[in-house]
């Protein structure tokens, strides 16, 4: 007699067995952090503003004094990452990118919802 049938619950299931993840969709949108140094974030906005051109959504940025640094969250079409990065990376290059998270609901959405 085999072991496994004696004694099932101590081997792993099968991968036939086991029951298929179910594929989430893509987020629409995501959000990019990118940290650059410096003091003066009327000039990182337009920078952006030149770098990005119309793939520029929604932003947030955060101007920390102290330590000399300017953070910004970019909201972005997920099918625009790739021309982002490379447009950053080109035009900010002491830019430090963060990871890039799903969004839930788009921010746009979200203020076109609450109307």
Not at 30 to 49: E, K, S, W, Y
């Amino acid at each position: 007699m085999l072991l496994s049938s004696l004694v099932p619950q101590l081997l792993p299931p099968s991968p036939a067995a086991m029951p298929r993840a179910v594929a989430m969709p893509a987020s629409r949108h995501v959000c990019l952090r990118v940290t650059v140094p410096g003091d003066a974030p009327h000039a990182i906005r337009r920078q952006l503003h030149a770098l990005l051109g119309d793939t520029l959504g929604l932003y947030i940025v955060r101007h920390d004094a102290r330590r000399k640094a300017i953070t910004v969250d970019l909201e972005l079409a997920h099918a625009d990452v790739d021309a982002v990065i490379g447009a950053l990376l080109r035009g900010l290059p002491c830019a430090m990118l963060g990871r890039i998270t799903p969004l839930c609901m788009s921010h746009k959405r979200a203020i076109a919802s609450l109307h």
